[in-house]
């Protein structure tokens, strides 16, 4: 009668372990975001890539602000190869420092045009990054 109870305690162990694992690795497949840049999204087969984050640094061509200041529509440029370029649809508060030639992040969804519809966008602001010229 004992050994038939190891068993029993063993089986329901090795369920919930294995229980345990399937959760854990849905959970971080689900919520992983890759990080790309345009060159990289561009390089990819339509369809590979459904919730990203990209940088690159806004275009000066095709900046389409909403009259309201709750949305912008614009071209993220690549920052190694400025010929790469994705349009961004986002709807939301726009950062006062948004502006052609800022380097933004955007995190969203690709769309079926190639497009990329953002949830999330944040610029860089350079002043923080750069050394002050002393001298």
Same mark, same amino acid.
């Given at each position: 009668?004992?050994?038939?109870? +190891?068993? &029993?305690?063993?089986?329901? *162990?090795?369920?919930?372990?294995?229980?345990?694992?399937?959760?854990?690795?849905? *959970?971080?497949? =689900? #919520? #992983? &975001?890759?990080?790309?840049?345009?060159?990289? !999204?561009?390089?990819?087969?339509? $369809?590979? &890539?459904? =919730?990203?984050?990209?940088?690159?640094?806004?275009?000066? =061509?095709?900046?389409?602000?909403? %009259?309201?200041?709750?949305?912008?529509?614009? #071209?993220?440029?690549?920052?190694?190869?400025?010929?790469?370029?994705?349009?961004?649809?986002?709807? $939301?508060?726009? %950062?006062?420092?948004? +502006? %052609?030639?800022?380097? !933004?992040?955007?995190? *969203?969804?690709?769309?079926?045009? $190639?497009?990329?519809?953002?949830?999330?966008?944040?610029?860089?602001?350079?002043?923080?990054? =750069? +050394?002050?010229?002393?001298?």
């Amino acid at each position: 009668m004992a050994q038939s109870n +190891k068993y &029993v305690y063993l089986a329901a *162990g090795l369920l919930l372990a294995l229980g345990l694992g399937y959760l854990v690795f849905s *959970g971080l497949s =689900q #919520s #992983s &975001v890759y990080f790309l840049n345009v060159g990289e !999204v561009l390089a990819m087969k339509p $369809g590979a &890539v459904n =919730q990203a984050r990209l940088f690159g640094t806004v275009s000066e =061509q095709d900046l389409a602000l909403s %009259p309201d200041s709750l949305g912008v529509a614009f #071209s993220l440029r690549d920052k190694d190869d400025p010929a790469k370029t994705i349009r961004v649809d986002y709807k $939301g508060a726009v %950062p006062d420092t948004f +502006k %052609p030639g800022v380097e !933004v992040i955007v995190e *969203g969804r690709m769309r079926g045009d $190639g497009g990329f519809t953002a949830a999330t966008l944040l610029t860089k602001c350079p002043s923080k990054y =750069q +050394k002050e010229n002393r001298g």
